[in-house]
C-alpha cells in the first residue's frame, strides 16, 4: 500500500489567516446587524403593539362620547380634511373632547380628526365633497385616530378611520281617518254653462294659472299660440270666493309684441309671466313680463334663430335661492337659465335685461319639447319633457346639477304617436302624458316616474291606459282631485273628457270610457276646439280647470270640479308637532299606500309649539338631507296626511329617526 504525502509549503499558515481574517470581515456586520435589527424590531413591535392599544382606547372612548354627546360630537366636525385636531381628556367619569393632540407616556402622540360625510342623495353612497350633488350627511361623521412616535424608529404611526353614526334609532306612530274634501262640482260630472267664461280677443293657446300661498286673486296667464294674430299674451286676475259663489274677473289686460308673433308655452308665478315664443327681432326664444304692467323686462336667449317651445320655472331652486327657467326649442333641446337676478336687477321695458344659457346645461331631446315640467324630490331634481317624438314619448332629464344635465330614462309609450302634453302629481311622482290620436291604440298613460318604487318594480313602467272617444285629438291634460283625468283635444264632438285615474297596475289597467260613476255624464259634449288646460286647488278649497277654447267670444272659460262631497272640509289633516326633545335626524317614512292619500312633511328647530313650518311632499322612503324646504337634523316635526279622493280614508304614519 502506498501513501501519499504532503509536504509542507512555507507561507501557507499566512494564507489562511487572510482567508478567515476577509470571511470575517465580511460575515460579522451582516451578523451584528441581524443581531442589532433584532433587538431594535422588537422594541419597535412592543411599540406599535402599545400604539394599537392607545388606538383602540381613543376608538372605545370616541365610542362612548358618540353615544352620550352627539350634539357635541356633530358640532366639533370639519367640512373638509385636515380638519381640527383633538384629544381625549376624562371629566366627571366620562370621555369629553379638548382641542390639540395628546401626549401619552412611552412618548406617544394621539391625535383624533372628524370630518363631514357626503352622500349621493339618490343612492346614499358616500361620496367626495366635490362631487355634483353631494349633500352633507348629518348624521354620519368620518373618525381618523392617529398614533405616532419617534423610537427606536423616527416617525412611526398607526391610524384607523371609521364612519360613527348616530347611535340608536326609535320610531312613532300615529293614525285616523280622513274625510274628502267638500267641492262645489263634480269633475265626473261637469256642467256648462261654465261657472266664468270670457273673451280673449284672439285664439291663445297656452295657458298656466298660480295663487299666492297666502290666496288672494287668481292669477291665468295665457300666450297666443295658433297664430300671429290677436294678443301675444293675456293677464287674467279672478278673485277666489268660498263655494257657491261664482269667481268674479277682477281685471283682464293684453300685450303685444310688435310685430305680433306666436307663443308656443307659458307659466307664471304671481309676478312675473314667462313665455316660450318664436324668435324674432333680437326679442331671443324667451319672454318675462312685469305682470303688474304686462310689460316684457327681459328676455331669455339661444344665440340662435330657433323657437322656443316650452318653459317652466322653478324658484328657490333646490333651497339655493336661485331662480332657474327651463326651456326647450325647436331643435330639440332642453336649456337652463340662471335668472335670479331678474329680483335684483332693473329691468324695465325699457331697459330690457338679456340671459344666456347657464354654460353646459344644453341637452339634446328625443324629440322638440313640448311641455316641460320640473320637480324636486328625495332623489333630486328632474324635467319632465313630453316630446314629439314617436318613439319615446317621455324624456325624464336630471338637472340636479344645472351644468351637467342627464336623461336618466327615455319612455316609449308604444303608440308610434308624437307626445303632446305632459302633468305631473308631484306627490306620488306620477306622470300623465297625452298623445296624438291613434287609429286603435291608447293616447292617454299613466307613467310611474317614481325611482324608489322597487317593490312592485313599477318605475318608468306604464300603469294605466285609455283610449279617448268621438274623434277628439289630445291637446292637453291635467291630473285632479279623485284621482281624475281631465284630457281636452280638438277635431271631436266631446273635446273635455274625464276618466278615472286611480286603478294602477303592470301590465297596465285599461281604463274604460264609463270609469266615472254611473249618472254622471263623464265629460262636456262641445265641438269647438280647446287648445289648453290647466287647473289649480285655490285657497277656498275649490278646485278649477282652466281652459283656452276656440269658441269666439268665449275663448277662455272656467270649470268647476271637485270630488262631488257636500260639507266643509278641505281633504287635509295637519299633525301637531312631535317633539323629539332635541335635534335628531329623521331617517325614514312610511305612509298608508293609497292613490288617494298623499303626504307632507316640515322640521323645524324648537321651540316646536310657535315654529314655522314650511311643507315638502314626501313619499315613503328615506327623508331628504337636507330637504328642500327644510333642514334635518330638526327637533320638530310636523306631517299633513291629504285625502285627494271621495270617499273617507283611514292612514298611518310611521317616522323613524335617531336620538
Request: glycine share 10%.
Amino acid at each position: 500500500m502506498k501513501f501519499l504525502k504532503f509536504k509542507q509549503q512555507s507561507g501557507q499558515s499566512l494564507i489562511e489567516l487572510m482567508v478567515t481574517v476577509g470571511l470575517a470581515a465580511v460575515l460579522l456586520p451582516a451578523l451584528l446587524t441581524g443581531f442589532v435589527a433584532s433587538r431594535s424590531g422588537r422594541a419597535q413591535a412592543e411599540q406599535r403593539q402599545q400604539a394599537l392599544a392607545y388606538m383602540k382606547e381613543g376608538d372605545e372612548a370616541m365610542r362612548v362620547f358618540r353615544e352620550a354627546y352627539w350634539p357635541t360630537f356633530s358640532a366639533d366636525s370639519s367640512p373638509t380634511a385636515p380638519g381640527t385636531v383633538y384629544k381625549l381628556q376624562q371629566n366627571s367619569g366620562t370621555w369629553q373632547l379638548a382641542t390639540g393632540s395628546d401626549p401619552l407616556s412611552g412618548g406617544f402622540t394621539r391625535s383624533i380628526t372628524i370630518l363631514d360625510v357626503y352622500r349621493n342623495p339618490s343612492t346614499f353612497a358616500i361620496v367626495d365633497s366635490t362631487t355634483p350633488g353631494a349633500v352633507d350627511d348629518p348624521s354620519t361623521k368620518q373618525v381618523t385616530i392617529t398614533v405616532t412616535w419617534n423610537k427606536p424608529i423616527p416617525n412611526s404611526s398607526v391610524s384607523t378611520t371609521e364612519y360613527f353614526t348616530r347611535y340608536g334609532n326609535t320610531s312613532t306612530s300615529q293614525n285616523g281617518t280622513l274625510q274628502p274634501a267638500a267641492s262645489g262640482g263634480d269633475w265626473c260630472n261637469p256642467v256648462l254653462p261654465p261657472i266664468f267664461q270670457t273673451g280673449l280677443n284672439g285664439t291663445l293657446h297656452a295657458v298656466n294659472v298660480s295663487q299666492a300661498p297666502s290666496g288672494g286673486n287668481v292669477v291665468v296667464f295665457a300666450g297666443a299660440g295658433q297664430s300671429a294674430n290677436g294678443n301675444t299674451y293675456a293677464n287674467i286676475n279672478l278673485n277666489d270666493p268660498s263655494s257657491p259663489t261664482a269667481p268674479s274677473l277682477q281685471s283682464i289686460n293684453n300685450g303685444n309684441y310688435t310685430p305680433k308673433i306666436k307663443t308656443n308655452g307659458a307659466f307664471n308665478d304671481t309676478t312675473y309671466g314667462y313665455l316660450a315664443t318664436q324668435q324674432h327681432s333680437n326679442q331671443g326664444q324667451g319672454t318675462i313680463v312685469n305682470l303688474s304692467n304686462l310689460q316684457q323686462i327681459a328676455t331669455l336667449d339661444l344665440g340662435n334663430s330657433g323657437n322656443g317651445q316650452s318653459i317652466y320655472v322653478m324658484n328657490n331652486f333646490r333651497g339655493s335661492g336661485k331662480n332657474i327657467a327651463f326651456l326647450t326649442d325647436d331643435n330639440k333641446k332642453l336649456y337652463a337659465f340662471d335668472i335670479t337676478s331678474l329680483n335684483t336687477t332693473t329691468c324695465t321695458s325699457s331697459s330690457v335685461c338679456h340671459y344666456s344659457p347657464i354654460t353646459g346645461s344644453s341637452i339634446v331631446l328625443d324629440g322638440i319639447g313640448l311641455k316641460v315640467i320640473g320637480n324636486t324630490s328625495s332623489t333630486g331634481t328632474f324635467a319632465y319633457v313630453a316630446t314629439n317624438s314617436t318613439s319615446n314619448q317621455l324624456d325624464i332629464v336630471n338637472v340636479t346639477t344645472t351644468s351637467s344635465p342627464t336623461i336618466t330614462a327615455r319612455i316609449s309609450v308604444g303608440n308610434s304617436q308624437p307626445g303632446v302634453d305632459v302633468f305631473l302629481d308631484s306627490t306620488r311622482l306620477r306622470a300623465y302624458l297625452v298623445t296624438n290620436k291613434s287609429a286603435t291604440l291608447p293616447d292617454f298613460f299613466t307613467i310611474d316616474v317614481n325611482p324608489g318604487d322597487t317593490t312592485p318594480a313599477w318605475y318608468k313602467q306604464i300603469l294605466n291606459k285609455y283610449t279617448t272617444t268621438n274623434s277628439m285629438n289630445p291637446s292637453g291634460v291635467v291630473f285632479v282631485s279623485g284621482s281624475k283625468a281631465v284630457i281636452v283635444g280638438t277635431g271631436g264632438t266631446r273635446n273635455y273628457q274625464v276618466v278615472d285615474a286611480s286603478p294602477e297596475s303592470v301590465p297596465a289597467t285599461i281604463i274604460s270610457s264609463t270609469s266615472c260613476p254611473a249618472g254622471t255624464s263623464g265629460g262636456l259634449n262641445v265641438s269647438y276646439d280647446i287648445y289648453g288646460i290647466t287647473t289649480l286647488f285655490s285657497h277656498a278649497n275649490r278646485t278649477y280647470s282652466y281652459i283656452i277654447t276656440a269658441d269666439s267670444g268665449n275663448e277662455f272659460k272656467v270649470i268647476e270640479g271637485g270630488t262631488g262631497v257636500v260639507g266643509s272640509g278641505d281633504g287635509t289633516y295637519t299633525s301637531s308637532p312631535i317633539d323629539a326633545g332635541h335635534p335628531v335626524a329623521w331617517n325614514y317614512f312610511t305612509g298608508t299606500s293609497d292613490t288617494n292619500l298623499s303626504y307632507q312633511i316640515a322640521i323645524a328647530p324648537a321651540p316646536c309649539s310657535s315654529a314655522t313650518y314650511t311643507f315638502s311632499n314626501i313619499l315613503t322612503g328615506p327623508i331628504a338631507l337636507p330637504g328642500t324646504t327644510y333642514t334635518n337634523p330638526g327637533q320638530c316635526l310636523e306631517y299633513k296626511v291629504i285625502n285627494n279622493g271621495s270617499t273617507a280614508k283611514s292612514w298611518t304614519v310611521t317616522f323613524n329617526y335617531s336620538l
